[in-house]
């Protein structure tokens, strides 16, 4: 049903167009009381086995959402009705700003694969956070990740200040916090994975963070997938040493190897970073080593290239406490959590695992 639409409307469209139409219909779908209840009815149930524990939270599943699709906030519930276990809303930055010219997201479809220069398009920590300070809380609220990153205008050594800006702003209604330093999309960004220049910022985000909240709000950094492995290594040394609560692994990829799409086509589209089925084996590999080098001290989330419901359990088994997708949900549509959930369940219970938690990091040899 969803290949259909897909195939005779989304695909003809533009793909950024195609993303507010279709997250329009969410919001729409959450607004109709019954339609709202039908529609999470059919497409979120979960298997009470799946509810786990990660950074201190609990959740229905360990199924989330990826940054990027709701870069404001504006349809969390929504997104949950479909069934994601948690949303991780933004990058915001501290400032409004525009993002990047359009086009700048592409598909492609051969691949499985998406291309985006964004550039972080977003209406800036201070509105996205009275945004979130409006939501009622209920025990239905569900758990939300905010991500922040650095505004395009500020400069590469003015950074802190920007994320500061951001954390004091946020974290009081983030279930958890991520400090983003691995798109592409804006220059210098992925500088800042130094690790010099890396402990310091995080450091100084825990301590705003500490300050505006009563509570610990758990932190993580968000990673590319074309660091070198060393630096991988130094970077989950450092999140051990400083006492980051999780790792993020991985951002898209600058890379464009192995792509079905033809090469004059890759070309045409030009900059931007690649997520989806082509960045499988890479965000694997990342997980793998972090696992292996943190051995469980912290929380990793794995996130690219997860399309079906044995992608995620293998990033289970490989040592992710949670994981998350992006682009397989434009490809698959709304039933696509369903799917997962249900595999994720049948796999858990063939497995012989009381829950998720024993699951995790069980594969690694
Ligand atoms: C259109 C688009 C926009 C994205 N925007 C962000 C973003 O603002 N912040 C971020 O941390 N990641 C962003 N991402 C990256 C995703 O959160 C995810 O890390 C990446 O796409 C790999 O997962 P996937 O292969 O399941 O898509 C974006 C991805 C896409 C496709």
């Known amino acids: 049903m969803y290949k259909l639409l897909f195939n005779l409307l989304f695909k003809k469209m533009d793909p950024e167009k195609a993303h507010h139409l279709a997250f329009f219909w969410i919001r729409l779908a959450r607004s109709v009381p019954g339609l709202r209840s039908l529609v999470r009815a ?35 519930d929504g997104l949950s009705m479909l069934g994601f276990d948690y949303v991780e809303i933004g990058t915001v930055t501290g400032e409004p700003q525009p993002g990047n010219p359009a086009p700048r997201l592409f598909r492609l479809v051969e691949d499985r694969a998406l291309i985006n220069r964004m550039g972080f398009n977003n209406q800036g920590s201070a509105r996205v956070a009275a945004r979130l300070a409006a939501r009622p809380h209920t025990s239905s609220t569900p758990v939300i990740g905010v991500n922040i990153g650095k505004t395009k205008v500020v400069p590469e050594d003015e950074a802190t200040a920007d994320y500061l800006k951001s954390a004091k702003a946020l974290a009081p209604y983030a279930d958890y916090l991520v400090v983003n330093v691995s798109s592409p999309n804006t220059p210098g960004l992925r500088n800042l994975q130094a690790v010099q220049v890396l402990g310091p910022l995080l450091w100084d985000v825990r301590k705003a963070a500490d300050e505006v909240t009563t509570h610990h709000v758990p932190l993580l950094v968000k990673i590319a997938p074309d660091l070198a492995d060393e630096d991988i290594d130094e970077i989950a040394d450092m999140a051990l040493h400083l006492g980051l609560d999780g790792i993020i692994a991985t951002n898209t990829t600058i890379g464009r190897e192995g792509l079905r799409t033809p090469a004059a086509r890759i070309e045409e589209i030009g900059m931007g970073g690649l997520s989806g089925a082509p960045l499988k084996a890479r965000s694997l590999e990342v997980l793998e080593r972090l696992r292996k080098r943190t ?27 949670l994981v998350q997708g992006y682009s397989a949900f ?16 049948a796999r858990l219970r063939a497995a012989g695992y009381a829950s998720i938690g024993e699951a995790v990091g069980k594969g690694i040899r």
């Not at 979960?46 to 201190?56: S, Y």
């Open 295 to 321: 051995d469980g001290r912290l929380a990793i989330v794995s996130v690219g290239g997860i399309e079906t419901a044995e992608d995620a359990w293998q990033r289970i088994l490989a040592g992710a406490d």
């Open 330 to 345: 434009i490809y698959e549509g709304p039933f696509w959590m369903r799917k997962v959930h249900k595999g994720l369940s």
């Open 42 to 76: 059919v497409l979120a149930p979960r298997d009470p086995k799946l509810r786990t524990t990660a950074l201190g939270l609990d959740l229905p599943g360990p199924f989330g959402l990826g940054a990027g699709f709701d870069k404001n906030g504006i349809g969390i």
